[in-house]
């Protein structure tokens, strides 16, 4: 796990700086949730050309469940952007997380007509 950039010197105050600046998880905070933050975490993923030391807020303080989460999205679910919950939904039963694949249908309905049929 401590790979480059990780096991740089840099990347550890960088990290430690985020964790005094926002010592909780953003993903938590945003369903009211208060947790300790120990992972931080690029918004722009180093391997989809994201800089490996960026500003801080660029970074995301997150709980080791919220980390694991988001890495199992994988970057097709595109970096933390929002401090929007990812789970429930609105009350119109739509869902929150804009990933998920209903939010994908709303989205379609928008742009193709209320019906959803082409004449
Ligand atoms: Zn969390």
Redesign the pocket.
């Known amino acids: 796990m401590a790979k480059w950039p990780y096991n740089t010197t840099v990347w550890q105050k960088l990290r430690r700086l985020k964790l005094q600046l926002e010592p909780f ?1 953003e ?2 905070l945003g369903i009211d ?1 208060f ?1 300790e ?1 120990s992972h931080v975490d690029h918004r722009h993923a180093i391997s989809q050309g994201g800089d490996p030391f960026p500003s801080v807020d660029q970074l995301a303080s ?2 080791p ?2 980390h694991s989460a988001k890495t199992a999205r994988g970057p097709e679910a595109g970096a933390v952007r929002t401090r929007k919950p990812r789970k429930g939904c609105n009350p119109d039963g739509s869902p929150l997380d804009p990933h998920h694949p209903w939010a994908a249908n709303n989205r379609a309905r928008r742009l193709f007509g209320k019906s959803g049929h082409r004449h």
């Open positions: 998880c993903e938590c949730r947790v933050a997150l709980c469940s919220c």
